[in-house]
């Protein structure tokens, strides 16, 4: 039976250090297609072929001030810098996966409900590719 | 990886414990800044093990009857008496 990956352990390294408190993230790929419908290949269905690559992350978490991690303070800051950094999303475990690539914050939340824990969220937007590695 | 700050870094003082990439704790090790923290136990998902527990014993309570009439569900069902007819008579 395949080992499958405990999501605790996968979480954004962001210029190498994690996002502090958070309680979930993720990773999309996106891929637009450019139309290649020609008289000469008509079948009923569209034809395409690969365009334009883009990739963000997102992340949540619980706010907390005095994480050693990635605090909401440095979020912000590198939000107003518009800062680049390298973000890499892994378990950080030799031998597995990496996906890695230069980011910024593109969005950041925070939540604040009645007798309920103070949260945030965000969005990375990455510039240019991402890339697949391996830990070593 | 989980890291011990021994230096003063950035907003990071002596004593932080901080989770960052192993290349960036190698970096960071290398220049005297932090140690590798000696517990990393978030890292670590071996499941303790448990003492294996033996099954309980479980006493179902029928609610819909007396304690009286469990008793007697419960009670050795007697023996039934044969009835002595002419073709079951002892010979």
């Known amino acids: 039976m395949a080992n499958i990956v405990n999501g605790t352990d996968l979480r954004f390294?962001?210029?190498?250090?994690?996002?502090?408190?958070?309680?979930?993230?993720?990773?999309?790929?996106?891929?637009?297609?450019r139309s290649a419908l020609t008289k000469d290949n008509v079948g009923g269905f569209t034809r395409v072929e690969a365009g334009q690559r883009s990739a963000?992350?997102?992340?949540?978490?619980?706010?907390?001030?005095?994480?050693?991690?990635?605090?909401?303070?440095?979020l912000f800051t590198s939000y107003t810098n518009g800062e680049k950094f390298i973000l890499r999303f892994?378990?950080?475990t030799n031998g597995h996966p990496y996906w890695e690539g230069t980011a910024m914050i593109t969005q950041i939340d925070?939540?604040?409900?009645?007798?309920?824990n103070a949260?945030?969220?965000?969005?990375?937007t990455f510039d240019g590719a991402v890339t697949l590695g391996t830990e070593s | 990886m989980i890291i011990e700050i021994l230096k003063a870094h950035?907003?990071?003082?002596?004593?932080?414990?901080?989770?960052?990439?192993?290349?960036?704790?190698?970096?960071?090790?290398?220049?005297?800044?932090?140690?590798?923290?000696?517990?990393?136990?978030?890292?670590?998902?071996?499941?303790?093990?448990?003492?294996p527990q033996e099954p309980q014993q479980v006493t179902v309570n029928n609610y819909f009857l007396a304690p009286e009439q469990v008793q007697e569900?419960?009670?050795?069902?007697?023996?039934?008496?044969?009835?002595r007819s002419f073709f079951n008579r002892k010979k």
Not at chain 1, 13 to 33: D, L, P, R, V, W
Not at chain 2, 15 to 24: A, F, K, N
Not at chain 2, 41 to 46: G, Q, S
Not at chain 2, 73 to 83: F, G, Q, R, T, V
Request: with cysteine; proline share 4%; aromatic share 10%.
């Open chain 2, 10 to 51: 950035g907003k990071w003082v002596p004593g932080d414990v901080v989770d960052v990439t192993r290349q960036t704790a190698a970096a960071l090790s290398f220049t005297g800044v932090c140690r590798i923290h000696e517990d990393q136990t978030r890292r670590d998902y071996t499941p303790t093990p448990t003492e």
């Open chain 1, 56 to 74: 963000t992350g997102s992340f949540q978490g619980l706010m907390a001030y005095d994480t050693t991690n990635e605090s909401v303070s440095d």
């Open chain 2, 73 to 83: 569900l419960e009670a050795e069902p007697k023996e039934k008496e044969i009835k």
């Open chain 1, 110 to 116: 925070f939540e604040a409900g009645v007798e309920a």
């Open chain 1, 90 to 92: 892994t378990d950080d």
């Open chain 1, 13 to 33: 390294y962001k210029a190498g250090t994690a996002i502090g408190e958070a309680t979930s993230c993720q990773i999309s790929f996106t891929m637009e297609t």
């Open chain 1, 119 to 124: 949260g945030y969220s965000g969005t990375f």
